[in-house]
């Protein structure tokens, strides 16, 4: 028996399918997660090449839109045990160029800019208020990195009962082994996998009443 198969006979990987009210959620497509000198590499450029239009579609429709930075004070103050595992995310402060979200992504006004110190969007955050009062039950996600803040996050979204949609041409790594893994793992167990082409195509057949 392969793998797949002993997924589907224990019936993981159904689908969750798109709710009522989709945002857009793009993970930490900032200068430093691009650049291979510091957190990038592998297919993240591409992944950020295909928000691009995403990002256009969401806008487009009027859907809610949120960006996530890694952000930490510049003494330092709030660095915690993750800084220890990855000391060189500390660099990431409120200046720093490598956490500002790339220019081909730049947000705009009234979008939201989710500061954050853990993997998670979630966590410590103001994301989940700021959903709810949206009326958002489906989040689509992108970002980087794919075995890391986009499962974090996406786990996270699952478990606070909103529908994570992973656009699979629009997550990137550093190292596509993992990229690989933690697609089909979300697939089976936390998510929906879409392409950047359908999420387009099911933000632009929305009613306009629901993206008002």
């Not at 793998?3 to 689908?15: A, H, I």
């Not at 890391?148 to 979204?157: E, L, M, N, S």
Request: one cysteine or more; charged letters at 20%; hydrophobic letters at 45%.
């Amino acid at each position: 028996m392969d793998e797949l198969s002993v997924y589907e006979k224990q019936k993981f990987g159904q689908p969750l399918g798109f709710g009522k009210r989709p945002a857009l959620l793009v993970v930490d497509f900032v200068n430093g997660f691009v650049d291979p000198e510091i957190f990038g590499g592998g297919n993240i450029p591409d992944a950020v090449r295909a928000t691009v239009p995403l990002l256009e579609a969401a806008r487009r429709r009027g859907l809610p839109v949120a960006f996530t930075r890694i952000v930490y004070a510049d003494d330092g103050a709030d660095a915690g045990v993750w800084c220890r595992k990855a000391p060189r995310l500390r660099e990431l402060t409120e200046a720093a160029p490598a956490s500002h979200v790339v220019d081909d992504l730049k947000p705009r006004a009234g979008e939201l800019i989710v500061r954050k110190t853990q993997a998670s969007a979630f966590f410590g955050t103001h994301l989940p208020g700021w959903l709810v009062a949206a009326g958002v039950d489906t989040l689509v996600v992108t970002g980087a990195t794919t075995s890391g803040c986009v499962r974090a996050t996406v786990i996270d979204a699952i478990s606070y009962n909103f529908r994570p949609v992973v656009v699979t041409d629009c997550v990137g790594d550093r190292a596509l082994e993992p990229h690989r893994a933690n697609i089909f793992d979300m697939g089976q167990k936390y998510a929906d996998l879409v392409t950047a082409a359908e999420a387009i195509g099911h933000f632009d057949a929305l009613p306009a009443g629901l993206t008002a």
